[in-house]
């Protein structure tokens, strides 16, 4: 019996060779456009993650955050505008 001296090659790749998903535009937009106008990113992120349901492409979370973002950025602009009107009412 004797013992190979070289290892045995891997086997060939069996994967997907199918290119990764195209990330939504839409979605990268929304996620920016979430840092300026907090609605903006918003009305385009619930858009966004519709395209997304419908076509299959990539940008899911880029869309989920800029609707994070964006709803956030709302709420604390509503809350300081209303404290400064009661402040000075």
């Known amino acids: 019996m ?10 060939p790749h ?5 290119p990764p998903a ?15 106008v907090g609605m903006t990113g918003v009305v385009l992120g619930h858009i966004a993650l519709h395209q997304i349901k419908t076509t299959r492409e990539g ?8 609707l994070v973002i964006g709803y956030s950025s709302t709420a604390i602009g509503v809350y300081f505008i209303t404290a400064i009107l009661s402040a000075s009412g």
């Open 22 to 36: 195209k990330t939504n535009a839409l979605a990268i937009a929304a996620f920016v456009s979430s840092f300026i």
């Open 14 to 18: 069996q994967g997907n060779d199918s």
């Open 2 to 11: 004797s013992i190979p001296l070289h290892p045995a090659p891997p086997p």
């Open 59 to 66: 940008g899911r979370w880029l869309a989920i955050a800029a």
